[in-house]
């Protein structure tokens, strides 16, 4: 009975499967960070507009 791949195949399998969850995880943390930036300069032009009317 012919094993269904190689060590070399499941090797190649293993990595790209790898590959797929690390984008996977840098795009999660790349969301993260642009949400972070967004917020931030929501806050940012929020006390801008503060700041103008006290001074």
């Known amino acids: ?3 269904p791949y190689s060590d070399d195949e499941r090797d190649l399998i293993m990595t790209l499967i790898r ?3 690390d984008n996977e995880t840098i795009a999660k943390i790349t ?3 642009v949400d972070a930036v967004r917020a931030f300069r929501r806050q940012y ?3 801008r507009k503060e ?3 006290k001074t």
């Open 1 to 3: 009975m012919k094993k």
């Open 19 to 21: 590959q797929k969850e």
């Open 31 to 33: 969301k993260r960070s």
């Open 45 to 47: 032009d929020w006390l």
């Open 51 to 53: 700041w103008r009317f």
